[in-house]
């Protein structure tokens, strides 16, 4: 992938960069993704039946037997090259935010320091009447009970219908009007407030670049659109901008 000269040479004299991240970026490690023909999630499953806080009252067992299967999937693999790029553009980016959708914890796990985990992480659980509880996911093929209130423990993930972290979201949106590169990689783009991140950045002067195999809704708007696979794109635009 040849990487726009313009592009790597902007990129150079920025000090404020900010990147969205989706499901798309974790490919590579072998998760799936959700929207993806025959292999996304929601391809598959209703996420009605399993991502929603009515799906927990109605089968708590049903999903967090969904999630269990889906964080041993994490576990059995890790942080691909795309996610160890995006710690190397940090350590190169005075202001380095790294917004994520992924519930895996593999920017974290990577390296990353300055990570906004926009729809939560599938280690941890917390109290699904919101007692305030949170605690890291132990092995259990019952669903837990809340250690202070006795109701279940939930998978500590954004489901359907729910807010976002008001914290992320706020850090979030300061990071996208502070920057003056976008990167909006390995996402379908289609879930808010997310998805209108881009198009914030955009309207405040930012340049907008995206990563992803395929285009999508975002990809008219952007700048700089580079079709293929994260993990490969960004070590070599990472390379070619920074050494
Ligand atoms: P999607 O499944 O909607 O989109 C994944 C995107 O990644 C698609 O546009 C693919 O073309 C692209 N892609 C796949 N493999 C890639 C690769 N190797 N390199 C680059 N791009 C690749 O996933 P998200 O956009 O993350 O929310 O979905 C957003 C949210 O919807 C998720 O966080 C989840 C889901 O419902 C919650 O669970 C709250």
């Avoid at 049903?62 to 041993?72: P, S, T």
């Avoid at 914290?167 to 502070?178: G, I, P, Q, R, V």
Wanted: net charge negative.
């Amino acid at each position: 992938m040849k990487i726009p000269k313009e592009l790597i040479k902007y990129l150079q004299k920025s000090t404020h960069i900010a990147i969205l991240t989706g499901a798309g970026i974790s490919a590579e490690s072998g998760l799936n993704t959700f929207r993806e023909a025959q292999t996304g999630f929601w391809s598959q499953y209703r996420p009605e039946d399993l991502a929603t806080p009515q799906a927990f009252a109605r089968d708590p067992k049903l999903v967090w037997d969904w999630y269990a299967m889906r964080r041993n999937k994490v576990a059995e693999a890790s942080s691909n090259s795309g996610h160890f790029a995006l710690v190397d553009m940090e350590s190169r980016t005075p202001n380095f935010t790294l917004i994520t959708q992924n519930v895996d914890g593999y920017h974290v796990q990577a390296g990353s320091k300055n990570v906004l985990e926009l729809h939560g992480n599938i280690q941890k659980v917390r109290c699904f009447d919101g007692c305030g509880i949170v605690d890291d996911w132990e092995d259990n093929s019952e669903v837990p009970h809340c250690p202070k209130c006795n109701a279940y423990l939930r998978p500590d993930v954004v489901w359907f219908g729910e807010s976002l972290p008001l914290d992320a979201l706020n850090a979030a949106h300061k990071a996208t009007l502070e920057c003056q590169a976008f990167f909006s990689v390995g996402t379908s783009g289609l879930v808010q407030p997310a998805a209108s991140l881009a198009h914030t950045a955009r309207q405040k002067g930012a340049i907008v670049i995206e990563i992803n195999l395929d285009p999508t809704p975002l990809t008219p708007h952007v700048d700089f659109a580079l079709h293929g696979k994260s993990g490969e794109i960004l070590p070599a635009l990472v390379k070619e901008t920074w050494g």
